[in-house]
């Protein structure tokens, strides 16, 4: 947990410049510049290139969290796809635990696959019905070269981790409520020892009481183990309580991108503060009386000109039709790419 | 059984729109004794919004599917539901084509399952106005167009000749509200509503569903996980757990002084968005028991932080508190000799 910039240190690499030049080993995870672009297919022969995820520079640091957050179509989830090597890079670099992560095969991506581990949004899917509990986590077990005499006590041990008995040891899935489910996921996770777990909107699907539960978990294993995780998700009450820091993502962009802390009490952006605003809660303002964004995030396949959220911001000037700002360091300490929140004194990130 | 008082009752004027007495639903497939709605009353009045909260299992979907006439079998429904006073599904309402998606209207959490995938959104809604209200081609294409304007689609005349697939998620909810409000219901039935959007598109249709049915006097019942949305939108709660009705009240009320440790608990696990944040979160260990598990006594006693013996042999009454219109089945509610002390912080799954 000592990973937490200060606002004075650069939280990220900005985007187009040179790497921080870090000594490798400082961050758990190094994204530099990565862009995933899908070429997809409209009707009869037009070829359309969607960014999906363009030019998106971060770190995450060991034993910290950071939080990605957006809406459908943001990026959010390219992003953890790419790190786990589902989707490959159009460009840009991925640095875990200091060595490149781009490009990998064969044997040493297999390495890669076990600094780096994900939870899936549903245990539903994730989990393989024909396979008991044991099995489950003895494949991650496996994995790290675990003989199989080992597995049961190492799984049992594993569970404990999770605050799940060692009686769940041989059932399956289907015999498991959608929060066991989840702990048994993060309990496979964990059987590979990586040194990152990204999880992918990973208590969306859970019921509020059990959600709770879950990321109070989550927060004992990172402070028991000092692991880092790359939480991905749409929900930012929740990327509140447990991220160190956030980014915001909007159109395949970091919109804003500083500690918790300083995104959520004074959010630069006009699409954070939006998001924000829409958040609902017990004891805001009624749903009629609230501030509410106008318009849907456009096509990803046909970007707006400039600013990619102009059409929908109460703010936007000529300048944001024809300009894209760049991401900049916000008189907040965040960052942020508007061309209308005050720049900090004397920076340019 | 006629004269049976209705519980959850608010203040009406001129009776309510909707009276549900004593619905149960009972699956003979599922564990325990399969009841999955146990005994819901609740009224609602012209052009009142009510939410119905619970988590998964709680009964609050097919509380508005037996509503509908909608519970799939092998489900059995008891219990009686009267619209204006008439009971449904008795006599002149024994046919619910004769009332369903005129008088009761239902919108769900993915418009996708309720349009047909392989017709042009205009002869979807088109059919409604022709079959409930006789209205000719013409007049019904000149009406469908009026209301997808009033819903806020941009571009009614090419909507109407698109297929479902090819709107967004935000814009499949807003045809799907213009066929629920086209036939001017007395109540409609929002299930989930917005739980598929992204949170700047909910805060549009959740707004636009307060508009179109505020402006039709429509009473609203909205079905939702989220005690978030619903305090936003509604102005009675109703909490479901595991298949009962656990409290009920003026919204404000409710979430000021929730009087059941369950809704305490269900409004204290969600981290604030604003303001003090805790370190850890208040949670309750265990989950929700699945629906239609018999559970002796309160079936939220193996997960309360309170539960004393009465709790595991006793069902508590759904009974009046201190305030108006404010009930709580819980055997320590507005007692005063029963100490509530702060929610542990769990990472618990078992008790």
């Known amino acids: 947990m000592s990973q937490v910039p200060t606002p004075q240190q650069a939280p990220t690499t900005p985007p187009g410049g040179a790497p921080a030049g870090a000594p490798a080993g400082v961050h758990a995870v190094e994204v530099t510049d990565l862009a995933v672009h899908f070429r997809v297919r409209r009707g009869l022969g037009s070829v359309h290139t969607v960014r999906a995820v363009d030019g998106v520079s971060f770190t995450v640091g060991r034993g910290e969290t950071l939080g990605i957050a957006g809406e459908s179509g943001s990026g959010k989830s390219t992003i953890a796809r790419a790190l786990v090597q589902i989707h490959r890079p159009t460009a840009g670099s991925m640095r875990v635990g200091g060595r490149e992560a781009v490009g990998l095969r064969g044997s040493a991506l297999r390495a890669y696959r076990r600094r780096m581990q994900m939870v899936y949004q549903d245990p539903y899917d994730s989990l393989d019905p024909r396979m008991n509990v044991l099995r489950t986590i003895g494949e991650g077990l496996s994995v790290r070269g675990v003989a199989r005499a080992e597995h049961r006590r190492q799984a049992a041990e594993l569970l404990e981790r999770v605050r799940l008995p060692e009686t769940l040891l041989t059932r399956y899935p289907g015999q498991l409520s959608g929060g066991q489910r989840q702990r048994v996921s993060i309990a496979r996770a964990l059987a590979v020892q990586p040194e990152v777990i990204v999880c992918d909107e990973a208590v969306a699907a859970l019921d509020v009481s059990i959600r709770a539960q879950i990321l109070n978990l989550l927060k004992d294993i990172q402070q028991d183990s000092g692991i880092s995780y790359l939480f991905i998700s749409h929900d930012l009450s929740t990327l509140r309580f447990l991220a160190d820091r956030v980014a915001i993502m909007y159109l395949g962009r970091i919109v804003e991108h500083g500690t918790a802390t300083t995104v959520f009490a004074e959010p630069q952006h006009p699409y954070t503060q939006a998001l924000i605003a829409a958040v609902p809660e017990v004891r805001t303002a009624r749903v009629g009386s609230r501030p509410m964004l106008a318009g849907e995030p456009p096509d990803p396949a046909s970007p707006p000109s400039g600013c990619a959220f102009h059409p929908r911001c109460p703010r936007a000037t000529d300048v944001c039709r024809t300009t894209a700002p760049a991401l900049r360091r916000k008189a907040s300490g965040s960052l942020a790419a508007c061309h209308h929140a005050a720049d900090a004194p004397g920076g340019t990130a | ?351």
């Open chain 2, 1 to 351: 059984m006629p004269d049976a008082p209705l519980q959850s009752t608010g203040p009406l004027e001129g009776g309510p729109v909707i009276a549900v007495d004593r619905l149960s639903v009972t699956f003979p497939t599922t564990g325990g004794d399969g009841r999955v709605v146990r005994d819901v009353s609740l009224a609602i009045g012209r052009g009142e919004r009510v939410g119905l909260v619970g988590e998964s299992g709680s009964g609050k979907s097919l509380t508005a599917r037996a509503i509908m006439r909608l519970v799939p079998r092998p489900g059995e429904v008891s219990g009686r539901v009267l619209l204006d006073g008439v009971e449904l599904g008795v006599g002149a309402t024994r046919d619910p084509t004769k009332w369903r998606g005129r008088s009761v209207a239902m919108i769900t959490q993915d418009p996708l399952s309720s349009l047909n995938p392989l017709v042009r959104i205009g002869p979807q809604m088109t059919e409604m106005l022709r079959f409930h209200r006789g209205a000719g081609r013409a007049a019904a294409r000149a009406r469908a167009t009026e209301l997808l304007t009033a819903v806020g689609i941009p571009d009614p005349a090419r909507t109407l000749n698109q297929f479902p697939a090819v709107l967004s998620g935000g814009m499949r909810q807003r045809v799907a509200l213009a066929i629920a409000i086209s036939c001017d219901p007395r109540l409609l039935i929002a299930d989930e509503p917005t739980t598929a959007l992204d949170v700047t598109i909910q805060a549009q249709v959740l707004s636009l569903l307060e508009r179109t049915t505020a402006e039709h006097g429509t009473a609203v019942l909205l079905i939702s996980h989220d005690l978030g949305v619903v305090s936003g939108f509604c102005e009675r709660v109703i909490v479901m757990y595991a298949g009962r009705i656990v409290e009920a009240g003026p919204t404000e009320q409710l979430v000021s002084a929730p009087a059941h440790p369950y809704t305490r608990a269900l409004l204290a696990s969600v981290p604030p968005i604003q303001g003090e944040l805790p370190e850890r979160l208040p949670s309750i260990p265990g989950s929700p028991p699945l629906g239609g598990a018999r559970i002796p006594g309160c079936a939220f006693a193996p997960r309360c932080p309170i539960a004393r013996d009465v709790c595991r042999e006793v069902e508590p009454e759904l009974r009046a508190q201190a305030r108006d219109g404010h009930e709580a089945a819980c055997h320590a509610a507005g007692d005063p000799t029963w100490e509530i002390p702060e929610l542990a912080s769990t990472a618990e799954a078992l008790p």
